[in-house]
């Protein structure tokens, strides 16, 4: 199983980026997403997490202003962050997980814990 995240960097407050995860090695139309970021001395924050039916969740902090897709022909995972804000600067992850259950993922989906397959991450400093 791989996941590598890319498009991370440098932005000014209100700028945009969009983040992908490449994956491969694993059924990835069946397997549940979620974006994942952590800031120094924070706790991991489930930010954006996409179902296999293609239902959505998102943290309160980033609604509105961020969006999950996917592409299921490239096995890749897509973040698109508008109005980026300076508390938006962390490290942000991709991982994967086996759920089926929609009210698994309705309760669970941002639950980093939940997630056993990770990528190496992408910094985003919003300055």
């Known amino acids: 199983v791989q996941l590598v995240e890319s498009g991370g960097g440098l932005v000014q407050p209100g700028g945009s980026l969009t983040l992908s995860c490449a994956t491969s090695?694993?059924?990835?139309?069946?397997?549940?997403m979620n974006w994942v970021r952590q800031a120094p001395g924070k706790e991991r924050e489930g930010v954006a997490a996409i179902d296999i039916y293609g239902s959505t969740t998102y943290a309160d902090s980033v609604k509105g202003r961020f969006t999950i897709s996917q592409d299921n022909a490239k096995n890749t995972l897509y973040l698109q962050m508008n109005n980026l804000k300076p508390e938006d600067t962390a490290m942000y992850y991709c991982?994967?997980?086996?759920?089926?259950?929609?009210?698994?993922?309705?309760?669970?989906?941002?639950?980093?814990?939940?997630?056993?397959?990770w990528g190496q991450g992408t910094q985003v400093t919003v300055s």
């Open positions: 090695g694993f059924a990835f139309s069946i397997y549940a």
């Open positions: 991982a994967a997980e086996h759920i089926l259950d929609p009210g698994r993922f309705a309760v669970q989906g941002l639950d980093a814990d939940e997630y056993n397959y």
